[in-house]
T-cell receptor
Framework: TQLLEQSPQFLSIQEGENLTVYCNSSSVFSSLQWYRQEPGEGPVLLVT?????EVKKLKRLTFQFGDARKDSSLHITAAQPGDTGLYLCAGYSNTGKLIFGQGTTLQVKP | KAGVTQTPRYLIKTRGQQVTLSCSPI?????VSWYQQTPGQGLQFLFEYFSETQRNKGNFPGRFSGRQFSNSRSEMNVSTLELGDSALYLCASSPQGQNTEAFFGQGTRLTVV
């Protein structure tokens, strides 16, 4: 069974701090997707990383796909309260299911 | 382009009843997947439909079923509701399913009392 493990599960930081969220697996994924979800809403797709070693930037968010395509990270620079939410990584299993990590709940305090 | 639409947004049902949830995917998308999200279990895959056929199924009991219509709209049904079925049910649409980007609706919050 392919699994995605995220760490940390919870993160509470002050505005302006930097943070990194990790998404790891023992399996190779052809691509990984990152989502952000706010309470009571559906996840919103942030980015898809496809190539091993790829780095994508979305304003203050930097996403990296591991060289072996088994892991990914999300780095936020100078976090703001608007970044608060649940961050999820997801990838397609070899049976075609889109599977998710358990998520990282981020709280950014003003 | 309109996004993924799920109806209803909120639902309260009694144990033993059944419920039907609806999902209208993004125009042109042929794959619709359903997920159950609970605080303890995270996002759990229920099933995927592609061109009116169930292509993938998660590890849920037979009380959970679904279907897809020729216009790609999908419904999921839960029969004989249990308290543990209380959750946010999410629908995601994608052009082809596997290895294509998935876009979610706002979800249906089901509460079983």
């Amino acid at each position: 069974t392919q699994l995605l493990e995220q760490s940390p599960q919870f993160l509470s930081i002050q505005e302006g701090e930097n943070l990194t969220v990790y998404c790891n697996s023992s399996s190779v994924f052809s691509s990984l997707q990152w989502y952000r979800q706010e309470p009571g809403e559906g996840p919103v797709l942030l980015v898809t990383v496809v190539t091993g070693g790829e780095v994508k930037k979305l304003k203050r968010l930097t996403f990296q796909f591991g060289d072996a395509r088994k892991d990914s990270s999300l780095h936020i620079t100078a976090a703001q309260p608007g970044d608060t939410g649940l961050y999820l990584c997801a990838g397609y299993s070899n049976t075609g299911k889109l599977i998710f990590g358990q998520g990282t709940t981020l709280q950014v305090k003003p | 382009k309109a996004g993924v639409t799920q109806t209803p947004r909120y639902l309260i049902k009694t144990r033993g009843q059944q419920v039907t949830l609806s999902c209208s995917p993004i125009s042109g998308h042929r794959s619709v997947s359903w997920y159950q999200q609970t605080p303890g279990q995270g996002l759990q895959f229920l099933f995927e439909y592609f061109s009116e056929t169930q292509r993938n199924k998660g590890n849920f009991p037979g009380r959970f079923s679904g279907r897809q219509f020729s216009n790609s709209r999908s419904e999921m049904n839960v029969s004989t509701l249990e308290l543990g079925d209380s959750a946010l049910y999410l629908c995601a649409s994608s052009p082809q399913g596997q290895n294509t980007e998935a876009f979610f609706g706002q979800g249906t919050r089901l509460t079983v009392v």
